[in-house]
């Protein structure tokens, strides 16, 4: 029987680049088409995509003419975005959510989907966002429902990406404690079964 091997963000996204960039239309099947409106006009918007991985919802933003900073843990992740990004406004930066290379009140937008499944603590990481957002700023953050994280088989292995579940109630309170008011609050359903919290808070 083969060994699952549970790797953390960096070393399970590097390895598992290619799989992921192959799957964009299966990733925006979770969010059926919902994310962009909620954030209104981003024309010349200084936006902030954290977890942004290959650039799936970057170069939409950036498309729709945002100034876009994708940042990521993973090197290859982003070598993905970087062969795609052509002449958008796009800037790359490896680095962690829970501790933003940025300094306080630098963007209009905050935007990380698919992210926060892998942060068991939303707390560093949403203190962070409130902290770089200018006063008025927008954060748009899902939470996939995902109790166990998927096996994948990657050539002879099977890779496990460290994971967590957020409880919505939960999420939504974390926000609030930190200041943040939340805007609006979907779910992308599947059958009745929440598949996809979205979250629009401001600062
Ligand atoms: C499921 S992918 C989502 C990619 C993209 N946001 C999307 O919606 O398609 C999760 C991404 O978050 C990154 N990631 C995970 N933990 C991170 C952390 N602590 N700081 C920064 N990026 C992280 C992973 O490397 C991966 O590229």
Do not use: C
């Amino acid at each position: 029987m083969v060994k699952v091997k549970v790797l953390n963000s960096k070393d399970g996204y590097n390895i598992l680049a290619d799989y992921y960039a192959k799957k964009e239309k299966y990733w925006d099947s979770f969010e059926k088409d919902q994310v962009l409106p909620l954030l209104g006009e981003v024309k010349n918007k200084q936006i902030l995509d954290v977890g942004a991985g290959n650039g799936r919802l970057s170069l939409k933003l950036a498309k729709l003419g945002a100034e876009v900073t994708s940042l990521d843990v993973s090197n290859e992740m982003l070598n993905k975005l970087k062969i795609k990004k052509l002449k958008l406004k796009i800037t790359t930066v490896i680095g962690e959510a829970e501790n933003l290379l940025f300094d306080n009140d630098s963007f209009d937008i905050v935007v990380a989907t698919f992210l926060i499944v892998h942060l068991k603590d939303l707390r560093m990481f949403f203190n962070e966002v409130y902290r770089v957002l200018k006063p008025g700023g927008l954060f748009l953050v899902t939470n996939i429902n995902q109790r166990k994280a998927p096996e994948i088989k990657v050539n002879k292995d099977l890779i496990e990406v460290e994971s967590y579940y957020h409880r919505p109630e939960q999420v939504i309170e974390d926000l609030e404690e930190l200041a943040f008011s939340v805007e609006q609050e979907k779910f992308v359903k599947e059958e009745d079964v929440w598949i996809n919290q979205i979250i629009l808070a401001k600062k």
